[in-house]
């Protein structure tokens, strides 16, 4: 049932706890393999602190929501990309093996200018009142 030949899955979810469960790994794998997803979360629980420590309004925390959380997405996908490109390559140098990685990292950077420009907009006048004190 659901196994390949080794006895693993290769064969869909069949409900929505395994779904889940495989979600987990997959996010663990990449908090293991991935140096950059692991500085990426740790800046954001620090700005995280920081927003508490400033008492960021409703509005605030909505917009470094999205920030934070896209910066991550797109970690995530990049390395997804990453993965199937050298899963396709076996890591021969290809043409469009560089596009797709190069073009997924551009998709990292910019979501972290996003959220670079989102905190200066949102700790910027907090930090200009805290000065001013
Ligand atoms: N098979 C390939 N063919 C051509 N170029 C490649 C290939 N694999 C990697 N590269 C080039 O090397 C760069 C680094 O590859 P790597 O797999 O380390 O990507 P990376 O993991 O995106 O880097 P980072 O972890 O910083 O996001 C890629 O951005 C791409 O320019």
């Not at 043409?95 to 551009?106: F, I, L, Q, S």
């Not at 989102?118 to 805290?130: T, Y």
Request: aromatic content about 10%; hydrophobic content about 55%.
């Amino acid at each position: 049932m659901n196994m390949g030949l080794n006895g693993k899955q290769t064969q869909k979810n069949r409900h929505f706890g395994q779904s889940l469960r495989h979600a987990v790994q997959g996010l663990r794998a990449v908090l293991q393999a991935e140096r950059n997803f692991r500085f990426h979360l740790l800046a954001s629980l620090l700005v995280i602190a920081a927003g508490i420590w400033v008492t960021l309004s409703r509005w605030e925390w909505l917009a470094l929501c999205i920030a934070i959380f896209g910066v991550l997405q797109s970690e995530l996908l990049n390395t997804v990309v990453e993965s199937l490109v050298d899963l396709l390559t076996v890591k021969h140098y290809m043409v469009a093996a560089k596009y797709a990685k190069d073009v997924a990292a551009g998709a990292v950077l910019v979501a972290a200018v996003f959220a670079l420009v989102v905190g200066l907009l949102i700790f910027g006048p907090h930090f200009i009142d805290w000065i001013k004190r």
